[in-house]
Each structure stands twice: as C-alpha cells, then as structure tokens.
C-alpha cells in the first residue's frame, strides 16, 4: 500500500487485508511504502502488523516500486491505501494470478464506480481518454488504464524495470508490460468513495497530463515517426508535381510559392522521422523500451559510412542542381531572371544539399548513440 499521510483511511485498509489472507488462508504479508509521513501512518501500521518500508524518495511510483521490492511473497496485490477499494474480495486477482497471469488489472467500469468516489472529469474525459490512446499506441489490452488497484508475479514485476517514480508509474507498468509480451487479465473492480476528510493527493489536469505526455514520449512512432512520414508525403507529392508547372485547383493557382511550403513540409518531416529514431536508438540503449529487431537489422545495415555516402550523394547532387541554375544564369549573362523558371531549379537544390547535411551529421550522431545500443 503506498502511503503518505494516510493515517486517517490506512488501518482499516490494513485491517481489510488482514481479513482476506486470512480467510482465504493465504500466508501473506502487509507492506506499507511509505512517502515521509509525519501524521503516525507507520506507527499505526507497525502497531496494527504491516511492514512499513521507508521510501525517501517521494511519488506514487516510488512508494510501490521499492514496498514491492520487499516483497517475500511470490505475488503481489497493490492498491491505495486510501479505503476506496475493497481489500477484503481480492480472490479474483490471485484466481487470474495462480492460473499464470503475470499483470492483473482492476477495471472499475465494469465493477461499478459508486457515486462521488471518481470526479467527472477523470470518468468521462480522463481515464478514457488515456485508456483508448494507449490501446491505440501500444496495443495494451487494459480497459482502465489507471485503476489503483492491480496484482503482478514479483518475477515479471522486477523484468519490467520500472522507472517512473510519479503517477505515471501505473501507464509504464501496463505499458511494458504488453512490450514484453507479459501476460494480462482484467477483474471487475468496486471503486468507493474514498475515506479521508483532506482532498486526494492527485492533481487530475496535471496528472493527466503526466500520464499522456508519458506515453507520447514512449511512442516515438506517434510523437514523431507517423506525423514525420506524413509531412514528407504530402511535401514530395505536391512538390513534384509544382515541380512540372502550376496547378490550379478551382480558381487558385499553385505555384512556385506553395513550392517553397513543400520544401518546408520535407524538412519537417524527415527532422521528425530523424527524431523518432535518436529517440527509440536512446530509449532502447538505456532500456527505456524492450529490444526491437527491425531497429537492431537497421543499425547493422545503416552504418555511419554508408550515412556519411548517402548524405554527401545529396550534397553533390544539390551542388550539382545548384550549378545547372547558375550556368541558366549566365546564359542571360547574370540579368534578371523568370523567377517561376529558376525557384524550380534553385529549391530541389536546397533541398537535396539540406537533406544531404542532416544525414551526414545525423549519421554521427547516431554512431555515438549506437555505442551503447548495438548488439553484435
């Protein structure tokens, strides 16, 4: 049970627990994480016999991650400490458990949400907001995301290698867990109002933020990858066709002007593909993401000189497109110029040269990344 001041809910939570081990006969044990309570929650723990775990460091994540730590058991329940959960029908996850699941989920949609125990906003905007991005990120099969209330094997919970330490410790458990390929059910769960009289320790707007930021950030295909590639389509497509001469679309007239927005459109995107690679090549080396086999053949095949060939073929190629302009230009002994004539010319020539730039520098970059992260 995580634990920051909760001396107010936390012994009849202790006392719940109690009841179920013991009805169940389940030999088990209560761990208390605590956060740096300063109102007795240990005292009250100790006195009522939980094992209180001092965790200096503070944040939800924290307090769950190293209580479970401690663990001596072989599974493990986690839920607040706050009493909205009922402590005393926790059968269904040690059911899901003991037939070889290694994360089991509450949902407290389909166990019932009592009224005045889940704010509006985190019903109805919230938690299905962020359950059904990360469904669609990562292809979790969690109906609710965040519930507090969840059981794992201690085994598969230390091959997760958690890291977060704030709230959004509970998205990176689901999360790595389904990138590992880990096993996971889902048990309906009762949530009840909470017990205490002072307000909850979750900030909803801010927490909710944490949560999506997070998964933006553990999906480099969607922060950059997805959106990068878009923007290169749709640059290329249009360009090359103002590339051939104008276009008119009803009464507008495209031209070399929309030509430059399209240089600008493959810019962006190949920045954003380019992105979403250093990020994956860091996450992967520092164990953010589970291995990835498609990025491990790539960086095999994409070495720093085959980058450093294919960056300066641009270059030369741009330099090359860069000197038919300027012999155009003094065929009109360097007057003026059709500027429709020669910006078709002059931008796939900046364009090639910029691009061949960004691989060769993206080139090193990524060899210095690589250091840690390829596998031989």
């Not at 155009?328 to 004539?341: A, I």
Request: charged share 20%; hydrophobic share 50%; glycine share 10%.
């Amino acid at each position: 049970m995580p634990c920051l001041n909760e001396a107010e809910t936390l012994g009849e939570c202790i006392r719940k627990a109690s009841a179920f081990l013991d009805a169940a006969g389940i030999a088990g044990e209560i761990i208390v994480g605590d956060n740096g309570s300063t109102d007795g929650s240990q005292e009250l723990a100790g006195l009522l016999g939980a094992r209180v775990v001092a965790v200096p460091l503070r944040g939800y994540g924290a307090a769950i991650y190293h209580a479970s730590l401690a663990a001596r058991g072989l599974y493990v329940i986690v839920g607040d400490s706050d009493d909205s959960y009922d402590f005393t029908n926790l059968m269904p996850f040690v059911e899901k458990l003991r037939a070889g699941c290694d994360l089991v989920i509450g949902n407290r949609f389909l166990g019932g949400i009592q009224p005045g125990a889940m704010p509006w906003k985190n019903r109805y905007i919230g938690n299905p907001l962020l359950t059904s991005v990360g469904r669609l990120f990562f292809r979790a099969p969690a109906s609710d995301f965040h519930c507090g209330l969840r059981g794992y094997r201690l085994d598969a919970f230390r091959d997760l290698d958690l890291r977060m330490t704030g709230m959004e410790f509970a998205s990176e458990m689901v999360i790595k867990a389904t990138l590992k390929s880990k096993r996971i059910a889902e048990v309906p769960t009762m949530l009840s109002p909470d017990g205490r009289s002072r307000g909850s320790h979750l900030r909803p707007w801010r927490d909710g933020w944490r949560h999506l930021r997070f998964m933006l950030l553990f999906s480099p295909n969607w922060l950059f990858f997805y959106p990068g590639i878009a923007l290169m389509l749709l640059g290329a497509a249009l360009g090359a066709r103002l590339l051939a001469g104008p276009l008119m679309i009803g009464h507008v007239e495209l031209d070399v002007h929309t030509l430059l927005y399209c240089a600008m459109l493959l810019w962006m995107g190949f920045q954003a593909v380019l992105f979403s690679v250093f990020t994956k090549v860091f996450a992967l080396g520092e164990g953010f993401l589970p291995g990835d086999r498609l990025l491990t053949r790539l960086s095999r095949f994409f070495t720093l000189e085959r980058g450093l060939a294919i960056g300066c073929a641009l270059m030369l190629l741009g330099i090359a497109l860069s000197a038919r302009a300027v012999v155009h230009w003094e065929s009109v002994h360097f007057g003026n110029l059709y500027p429709p004539q020669v910006l078709r010319q002059v931008i796939p020539a900046v364009v090639s040269v910029t691009l061949g730039l960004q691989v060769v520098l993206s080139s090193f970059f990524l060899s210095v990344l690589s250091l840690k992260f390829r596998r031989w």
